[in-house]
């Protein structure tokens, strides 16, 4: 089965009603939001047999289960902060979320404002929704705190 012999089942099944215009829109939208929910359904199923393939030891005289790899190059750490330590320390970082974690989101600002200056933080500042809510009263919160709808995608529906 290929991808085209989906989408032949699906539009010989459901053909699209116009070339063009709301109705062609109309008739995209619920393949795609179709599609969407058979796509995670099946891609959760087949993880689940893998897994209990693999969990159970099955094996096949007419499949097997061939792992679908690209190469990922990291660097030797050991070996760099051992033959090259200079080098090492110049190169060495964590990752943001992982000094947020360690250090704090508070420590972090501190220190990013340190060393850039207010101005270069004030367009990049935030504060977390949950944390307002937290710390201030629910009147203060309620002040503080705006809600907008964001588009996100399109949804095209029939009018009644």
């Known amino acids: 089965m290929i991808p085209q012999d989906c989408l032949n089942a699906i539009t010989s099944a459901y053909p699209c009603p116009a070339l063009s215009g709301f109705e062609r829109a109309y008739w995209l939208f619920e393949c795609r939001e ?87 933080l004030l367009p990049l500042e935030q504060i977390n929704v949950g944390d307002v809510e937290k710390t201030m009263l629910k009147e203060q919160a309620a002040e503080l705190i705006e809600t907008r709808m964001k588009t996100t995608d399109w949804a095209v529906q029939e009018i009644e």
């Not at 096949?60 to 200079?86: A, F």
Request: aromatic share 10%.
């Open 34 to 120: 179709a599609v969407r929910w058979i796509a995670g359904f099946i891609n959760e199923e087949y993880q689940k047999q893998i897994a209990e393939i693999q969990r159970l030891k099955i094996t096949s005289d007419t499949y097997e289960i061939i792992p679908l790899q690209r190469p990922e190059s990291r660097v030797r750490l050991d070996l760099m902060r051992e033959k090259y330590p200079d080098e090492f320390r110049e190169l060495v970082y964590i990752k943001a979320s992982d000094a947020s974690k360690i250090l704090g989101k508070k420590t972090l600002y501190n220190l990013a404002k340190e060393k850039a200056g207010e101005e270069v």
